[in-house]
């Protein structure tokens, strides 16, 4: 029998370096720790001798073994093999770590691995995080798919890469400009119940009064049932004009009153999602306006009504998305799966009923820590020994 002798800083890399060069064939005959180095500088390493079965002396081996194959005498010299492979698996999870920090510093966001290079895992080898996450309510095949770079240590470490992640994958985008040059038109859409008046009501307090700009409102009201009060009652308290529409022409005709203003929001009378019927009319109602269209859709929906809501109001061509009611939704992952489903940026969140302070630019950092916060309180979570004090939010 042949013997090679391998010396390392840790058993743990002999073993890898013996596993990688002769697999199967290896038979661990002896190990010690040696003293390595010259005088003062010498330091403590692992030597382990091994036989290569079946192997002639005076002959080299003619082929390298399988890499996964585990070297023979390693499980009676060693039982806790599980242990050395999880081992294994967080020492390349670190290597990707740096290798993700060193790109988020470099580019400013975490990269992500192409559909080739997903690992396919068994529900033994699920990342630590996905079971949290799909409780916070992210949809299983995004949280391995933002998982890809997230280490399974059980430190905070994993908790900010994961943060980074989500934070580099939101998209945001669309808020309205404080001032501009030519007269600027926004056009609420949306599901009934989505709090879009309130919002419009919100967005014109802050443009006339904290912007100095002139303002006006028009509420598209196709059913003439008398559902333009709240509008007309905010415009009554904040002194702004209010044109009431229930055609294209209608429209055209505020427009053409309002020509000489710096900002034009108009109003569109919720409608259940599914009545094709009134978002035809409402479309071509709408058809004079040339402007920015904000997809309003509220965070207490369920990842299914959100996506539903954006396929259905696809028609109007939205340019940005308003999410409503974020202090009301009890867990922002179907939120997650609307910003990384959908084109659209996230322009503005509204957190309340107050108007105009209930309202604020889209911010990724605090969506991300939401959910952070929320994959702290699983049971899973124990494990990283964090608590939400500790996300650093």
């Not at 060193?102 to 996905?130: Q, T, W, Y």
Request: aromatic share 4%.
């Amino acid at each position: 029998m042949q013997t090679k002798t391998y010396v390392a800083p840790t058993k743990l890399e002999a073993l890898l370096k013996i596993r990688e060069e002769l697999g199967a064939d290896a038979i661990i005959l002896s190990e010690r720790t040696v003293q390595k180095g010259m005088w003062f500088s010498k330091k403590p390493m692992v030597e382990i001798v091994v036989g290569i079965k079946g192997t002639d002396p005076k002959s080299e081996p003619s082929s390298c073994p399988s890499p996964k194959a585990e070297p023979k005498g390693v499980e009676e010299y060693d039982s806790t093999q599980m242990r050395l492979r999880k081992l294994e698996r967080e020492v390349q999870e670190i290597r990707a770590l740096v290798q993700s920090l060193h790109a988020h510093f470099a580019n400013g966001a975490a990269p992500s691995l192409s559909e080739s290079e997903v690992p396919v895992l068994s529900k033994a080898d699920e990342h630590p995080l996905l079971a949290p996450l799909i409780a916070a309510g992210v949809e299983r095949e995004l949280g391995l798919e933002l998982l890809r770079r997230v280490p399974r240590i059980p430190h905070n470490a994993a908790l900010d890469t994961l943060r980074r992640t989500l934070i580099a994958r939101v998209p945001i985008g669309g808020a309205l400009p404080r001032e501009g040059r030519q007269r600027q038109v926004a056009v609420l859409v949306g599901p009934t119940g989505v709090g879009k008046t309130t919002t419009i009501a919100k967005l014109a307090a802050i443009h006339a009064l904290d912007y100095n700009r002139k303002v006006a409102l028009i509420s598209l009201d196709t059913y003439r049932i008398g559902a333009v009060e709240q509008l007309r009652t905010y415009a009554r308290i904040m002194d702004l004009p209010l044109h009431v529409a229930s055609d294209a022409s209608e429209v055209q005709e505020g427009l053409e009153a309002f020509a000489g203003y710096d900002l034009v929001l108009v109003d569109t009378i919720g409608r259940g999602q599914r009545d094709e019927a009134h978002l035809q009319a409402m479309r071509e109602a709408l058809k004079p306006v040339r402007g920015i269209v904000y997809l309003t859709l509220s965070a207490t929906a369920d990842t299914a009504t959100l996506l539903d809501a954006a396929q259905r109001f696809a028609i109007f061509e939205p340019n940005a998305i308003i999410l409503t009611k974020l202090d009301e939704a009890v867990r922002l992952g179907n939120c997650i799966n609307l910003a990384l489903r959908q084109t659209q940026p996230l322009a503005y969140f509204t957190t309340g009923q107050r108007v105009p302070e209930d309202i604020m630019l889209a911010d990724a950092t605090m969506l991300a820590c939401r959910v952070l916060h929320d994959l702290a309180q699983h049971p899973t979570c124990a494990k990283f020994r964090l608590g939400a004090e500790e996300l650093r939010v």
